[in-house]
């Protein structure tokens, strides 16, 4: 499949987009008239779903603002259809972010496939146990590379694709997944916290380097989704413990996210979206409280 930029529609890259918020950042931007390419690792029928989904989202969009629904846009998507299989697969990119050569390619390959991209989310996220007794340069290495490194090359590559399409200033935005933990923190999880603190500096550092064509946003999210960690309750208590009385939900998070890459003034900064966690002081992890 081809096709010319000026004929293709905006096209926002969601990485982890298979599941869990990475889906709903993928549906909350074809509500908003986006064309989404879902990124994926392990996550392939999910990613599937997830590109139907958005399919069936955006034609709707496109049918309430007027405009004619592209024929590989259906409407009546379905991942049980062979031939809605085959169009699907167009939308779905399979890459592991700890692998640097796979990461460089996967901008590239979604503008060969769709034409363009104009948003790059980095949703995608390693989020696994460690503390000061338990860690290694290895487990470092594994949170560093998917949560940071992975999300700086995209920006970069978003830049590259930027300068080679002439577009204009404003034109392209990064969202970086933060996470409130960094103005509230705890020694848990301890590589994945100096990751998303990392990936907070890059975000300033990227807003000023990137500048003036792509836009760099972080959204930090509270305690959104519950983790395997924790069962219903423990989860429904702990999402109580905010100034506010309610931590984010899935809607606030996703409603700052297509803020944040509509809002063409904003770059460099972070919008907290945790019912004013970061306001308090936890001694450990929610998954550990
Ligand atoms: N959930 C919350 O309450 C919460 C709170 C604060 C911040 N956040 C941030 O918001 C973002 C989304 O959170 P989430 O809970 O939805 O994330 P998640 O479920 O922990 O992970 C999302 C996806 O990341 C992908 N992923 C992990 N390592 C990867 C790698 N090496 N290469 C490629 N993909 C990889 C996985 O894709 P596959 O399944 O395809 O392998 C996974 O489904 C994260 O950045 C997180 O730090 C979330």
Known sequence: MSASFSSTPRTALVTGAGKRLGREIALGLA???WRV???????????????????QVFAQWQA?????????????ASVADTGTQIQLQNFIFKADLTNEEATRKLLPQVVSQLGRVDAVINSAALF?????????YANMAQHWASNT?????????LHQHCQARGAQAAEAVVINMLDQKLWNPNPDFLSYTLSKAALEAANTLLAQALAPLVRVVGVAPGLTLTSHMLDDDQFQKLHTLSPLGRSSTVEDVVSSVVFAVHNRAMTGTTLLVDGGQHLMKFERDFSLM
């Open 31 to 33: 509500r908003a008239g």
């Open 37 to 55: 390419a879902v990124h994926y690792r392990s996550s392939e029928a999910e990613a599937l779903q997830t590109a139907a989904d958005c399919m």
């Open 64 to 76: 309430q603002a007027g405009l004619k629904a592209n024929a590989s846009d259906a409407s009546n």
């Open 128 to 136: 696994e146990h460690d503390d000061v007794q338990s860690f290694s």
């Open 149 to 157: 490194g992975a999300a700086i090359v995209l920006a970069q590559a």
